[in-house]
C-alpha cells in the first residue's frame, strides 16, 4: 500500500540545536514528496517539495529536507532550530507516479516538534 | 501567498442534523478542490476531489451521499455532512489548487466537527 510514516509523534530540540524529523514513504513509482506545517488554529502550510533533481531540497523558514531513494526516507531538517518553528509537520507524497493529480496526497500523521528556549 | 477560509472552525451538532463546511479561495481561482478528513492521532484521509463545474471524485469507501460535495464556482466548494452521527465526528480540512499555483496546494485551517 502507498503510505507515509512518521515514526516519531513528538520531536523536542533545544533552541539553536539542528532538529530532524523523519519521513519515510513506501515504494511505489516517483512520488513528489512534500513538507507541510500546521500552527495552532492555521491550515497546513507549504514548506517545500521534491519532484526530481538534487537530493537535498532547500525550503521557507532555513528548512531543507533530503531525498534518499536507497533508504525511501525525506527527513526534514533544519541547522539552528527556532522556538517559534514549534508546530505540527507534516510529510505527503502523491498517491502514484509522478503526474498523479496533484493534491490527491498520502500524509504521515504528524510530529508535534517543540523547540525549548 | 494564496489564503483558503474555512468556516466554520469548530461545529457542535446534534446526531441526526446536516453540516455544511465552507472552503473558499480568497485570492485565486481554485480549480480543483480536495477534501479531507483526520482522527486523532491519524494521518490525514482524502475523501473526494472536486472540480468547479463537475461532479466529485470520491474516494473508495466515503460515501458520497453521507459527504455531498458542491464545487459551483471557482472560489468556493462546501461539504455537507448529511445525516451526521457520531463517528462521523472529526477534524475536516479542505485544500485547493488553481491553474497557476503549479504543484502547491493551500489548506484551510480546518473544522472540528462533534456530533452528540
Known amino acids: 500500500a502507498q503510505s507515509v510514516a512518521q515514526p516519531e509523534d513528538q520531536v523536542n530540540v533545544a533552541e539553536g540545536n539542528p532538529l530532524t524529523v523523519k519521513c519515510t514513504y513506501s515504494v511505489s513509482g516517483n512520488p513528489y514528496l512534500f513538507w507541510y506545517v500546521q500552527y495552532p488554529n492555521r491550515g497546513l502550510q507549504f514548506l517545500l517539495k521534491?519532484?526530481?533533481?538534487?537530493?537535498l531540497v532547500k525550503g521557507s523558514y532555513g528548512f531543507e529536507a533530503e531525498f534518499n531513494k536507497s533508504q525511501t526516507s525525506f527527513h526534514l531538517k533544519k541547522p539552528s532550530a527556532l522556538v517559534s518553528d514549534s508546530a505540527l509537520y507534516f510529510c505527503?507524497?502523491?498517491?502514484?507516479?509522478?503526474?498523479?493529480?496533484?493534491?490527491?496526497?498520502?500524509f504521515g500523521r504528524g510530529t508535534q516538534l517543540t523547540v525549548w528556549p | 501567498g494564496a489564503v483558503v477560509s474555512q468556516h466554520p472552525s469548530r461545529v457542535i451538532c446534534k446526531s441526526g442534523t446536516s453540516v455544511k463546511i465552507e472552503c473558499r479561495s480568497l485570492?485565486?481561482?481554485?480549480?480543483?478542490m480536495f477534501w479531507y478528513r483526520q482522527f486523532p492521532k491519524q494521518s490525514l484521509m482524502l475523501m473526494a476531489t472536486?472540480?468547479?463545474?463537475?461532479?466529485?471524485?470520491?474516494e473508495q469507501g466515503v460515501e458520497k451521499d453521507k459527504f455531498l460535495i458542491n464545487h459551483a464556482s471557482l472560489t468556493l466548494s462546501t461539504l455537507t455532512v448529511t445525516s451526521a452521527h457520531p463517528e462521523d465526528s472529526s477534524f475536516y480540512i479542505c485544500?485547493?489548487?488553481?491553474?497557476?499555483?503549479?504543484?502547491?496546494?493551500?489548506f484551510g485551517s480546518g473544522t472540528q466537527l462533534s456530533v452528540l
Open positions: 485544500s485547493a489548487r488553481g491553474r497557476s499555483l503549479n504543484e502547491k496546494l493551500f
Open positions: 521534491y519532484i526530481t533533481g538534487d537530493n
Open positions: 485570492d485565486f481561482q481554485a480549480t480543483t
Open positions: 505527503a507524497r502523491t498517491r502514484a507516479d509522478r503526474g498523479s493529480t496533484l493534491g490527491r496526497l498520502y
Open positions: 472536486s472540480n468547479e463545474g463537475s461532479k466529485a471524485t470520491y
